[in-house]
C-alpha cells in the first residue's frame, strides 16, 4: 500500500501541478486515493480550484487596466461567488 501513498504536503503539491497540466496520471491517481481518507487536501483542492476559477474569469476585467487592484464592488462580487460555491 505504500505505493499509493502520499503525505499531506505531497498532495497539495500534485494538486497545484494538477492546475497547469503539469501532473501525470499516476500523481493523478494517488492524489484520488489520498483525497479517500483525507477531507482537509481535499478541500484544498476544491478551494483551489474555485480561485482559480474566479481568476481566470477576471482575465479581461484584471489585464485591461493598468491598476490590477480590484474595486470594492469587485471583491464583493467575487466574495458571493465564493460564498454560492461554498454553501
Not at 53 to 69: A, D, F, P, Q, V
Amino acid at each position: 500500500m505504500k505505493l499509493f501513498s502520499l503525505t499531506c504536503d505531497e498532495a497539495t503539491t500534485i494538486c497545484d501541478k494538477s492546475q497547469y497540466g503539469e501532473s501525470t496520471l499516476w500523481e493523478k491517481i494517488k492524489l484520488n486515493i489520498h483525497f479517500t481518507k483525507c477531507k482537509v487536501c481535499r478541500l484544498y483542492t476544491k478551494q483551489n480550484n474555485l480561485i482559480s476559477r474566479i481568476i481566470n474569469g477576471n482575465k479581461e476585467t484584471l489585464c485591461g487596466k493598468e491598476n490590477t487592484c480590484f474595486s470594492s464592488q469587485e471583491k464583493d462580487r467575487l466574495k458571493k461567488e465564493m460564498e454560492n460555491f461554498i454553501s
